[in-house]
């Protein structure tokens, strides 16, 4: 979806969402539109805590990660790098825990 917008829109790079954005969407947007703008979207004391934890793993000495998904982790990643993967790419099979309203 990051690219979806601008290729079809001829190519205009200025539709495509980066990562700061998608993250923004999913944690602050999304409470924006759900009515829960200042309770929940934020690392804040005293806001409702939806939170997963994600599991992307590392591989071992043979270059294989034991992690089902999509997410392809090959060790020389940065963190950036490896938040990106996980964003657009990521599925269930990458939550670990989930806490809601914690």
Known sequence: ????????????????IGIAEGLWLATVGGAKVVGMEGRLGLFEEGMLWDVQEIE??????EGNVDVDGLVDIFGWESWE????KW??????????KVWVGG
């Open 1 to 16: 979806m990051s690219r979806q917008v601008g290729f079809v829109n001829g190519g205009d790079r200025r539709y495509n």
């Open 56 to 61: 992307l793993g590392s591989p071992n000495e």
């Open 81 to 84: 790098d490896r938040v990106a």
């Open 87 to 96: 964003v657009w790419n990521g599925d269930d099979r990458n939550v670990k």
